[in-house]
C-alpha cells in the first residue's frame, strides 16, 4: 500500500533538488526489500526443513539444548494470508466504492477473521474509526481521501 500511496498522491515537486517524498520512497522500498528477502529466507528454510541455525533464533540463550525451537516453526502462512489478502482489497476496494466503505468493511472482515463475533461491537468500533480517521484527514489535515467520496 506504501508503495503505491506515496507516489500516486504525492504531488509533483515544482522547486529545485530532491523531492519530498524522495525520503519516504526510499525508507518504503528498503523496508519492502528487507521484508522480502526475510519471507524468501525463511521460507526455504520451511521448506527445506533446514533450521535457522541458534546464532539467528530470537532468543538463544532461553535453549539449554537443541529442542528444535526456532522462529521459522512459529511461522503460520494461513495467518499471514489472512491479513494481507484484506489489505490487498482494500487497496483495490477504495478505487471502486471510496474510502468510507471500503474501510468500514476491510475493519469488519478483519475483526471477523482475528476472532471478534460480536457484531454490535464490531459496527460501533468500525464506524466510530472510519469517521475519525476520515475528519482528520479531510479536515485536520486537508488531504484528499482517495476514491469516490460517499459523503
Same mark, same amino acid.
Given at each position: 500500500m506504501l508503495a503505491w500511496a506515496i507516489p500516486?498522491?504525492?504531488?509533483?515537486?515544482?522547486?529545485?533538488?530532491? &523531492?519530498? =517524498?524522495?525520503?519516504? %520512497?526510499?525508507? #518504503?522500498?528498503?523496508?519492502?526489500?528487507?521484508?522480502?528477502?526475510?519471507?524468501?529466507?525463511? &521460507?526455504? =528454510?520451511?521448506?527445506? %526443513?533446514?533450521? #535457522?541455525?541458534?546464532?539467528?533464533?530470537?532468543?538463544p540463550e532461553d535453549l539449554e539444548g537443541d529442542d528444535g525451537f526456532t522462529q521459522v516453526g512459529r511461522m503460520n502462512l494461513l495467518h499471514l494470508a489472512r491479513v494481507m489478502i484484506p489489505c490487498v482489497l482494500l487497496v483495490v476496494a477504495i478505487e471502486y466504492i471510496g474510502y468510507?466503505?471500503?474501510?468500514?468493511?476491510f475493519l469488519m472482515i478483519l475483526q471477523y477473521l482475528i476472532g471478534s463475533r460480536k457484531w454490535l461491537q464490531s459496527t460501533i468500533l468500525s464506524?466510530?474509526?472510519?469517521?475519525?480517521?476520515y475528519i482528520v484527514m479531510r479536515y485536520g489535515f486537508g488531504v484528499p481521501v482517495p476514491g469516490p467520496q460517499v459523503f
Amino acid at each position: 500500500m506504501l508503495a503505491w500511496a506515496i507516489p500516486t498522491y504525492t504531488p509533483a515537486y515544482p522547486g529545485y533538488g530532491a &523531492s519530498p =517524498a524522495l525520503m519516504l %520512497n526510499v525508507s #518504503v522500498y528498503v523496508m519492502l526489500f528487507m521484508a522480502i528477502l526475510s519471507l524468501i529466507r525463511i &521460507s526455504v =528454510a520451511v521448506y527445506t %526443513n533446514r533450521p #535457522v541455525c541458534s546464532e539467528e533464533r530470537e532468543f538463544p540463550e532461553d535453549l539449554e539444548g537443541d529442542d528444535g525451537f526456532t522462529q521459522v516453526g512459529r511461522m503460520n502462512l494461513l495467518h499471514l494470508a489472512r491479513v494481507m489478502i484484506p489489505c490487498v482489497l482494500l487497496v483495490v476496494a477504495i478505487e471502486y466504492i471510496g474510502y468510507a466503505l471500503a474501510s468500514f468493511a476491510f475493519l469488519m472482515i478483519l475483526q471477523y477473521l482475528i476472532g471478534s463475533r460480536k457484531w454490535l461491537q464490531s459496527t460501533i468500533l468500525s464506524s466510530v474509526l472510519v469517521a475519525v480517521l476520515y475528519i482528520v484527514m479531510r479536515y485536520g489535515f486537508g488531504v484528499p481521501v482517495p476514491g469516490p467520496q460517499v459523503f
